[in-house]
């Protein structure tokens, strides 16, 4: 069950390869907040997912994504490496569990580099 929030919109915060060859990051869709529940651990939990999308307009290469969800109850991160393919468009999720449904001022960041 998704109940949508007053959705924050974040710039992603690209540090783009600036030798030849390499990832040449394009963001194709805005950073969205939206509760929802998922499994964690075996067991459904209440929490808020960020979404966005990508698009490797270079080479292949490696991405790293830092991922923050900021809210009344603090801040919370995930990280994650990822190879893109040259040309690839890839939508990324990522599950917050820690901030309880009361949660005001919810806004995400998305960091790549």
């Known amino acids: 069950m998704t109940k949508s929030l007053p959705v924050f919109l974040l710039a992603i915060?690209?540090?783009l390869c600036t030798s030849c060859g390499g990832p040449q990051l394009e963001l194709v869709s805005e950073v969205k907040v939206e509760s929802e529940v998922s499994f964690v651990n075996g067991e459904l939990d209440a929490g808020y997912m960020v979404t966005f999308s990508i698009r490797n307009n270079g080479d292949q290469g490696e991405i790293f994504f830092t991922t923050t969800l900021s809210c009344s109850e603090g801040s919370f991160i995930r990280e994650q490496p990822y190879v893109l393919a040259a040309n690839q468009t890839k939508e990324f999720s990522?599950?917050?569990?820690?901030?309880?449904i009361s949660a005001t001022n919810v806004?995400?960041?998305v960091n790549v580099r």
């Open 13 to 15: 915060l690209f540090q």
């Open 107 to 109: 806004q995400a960041r």
């Open 94 to 100: 990522f599950f917050f569990h820690e901030p309880t």
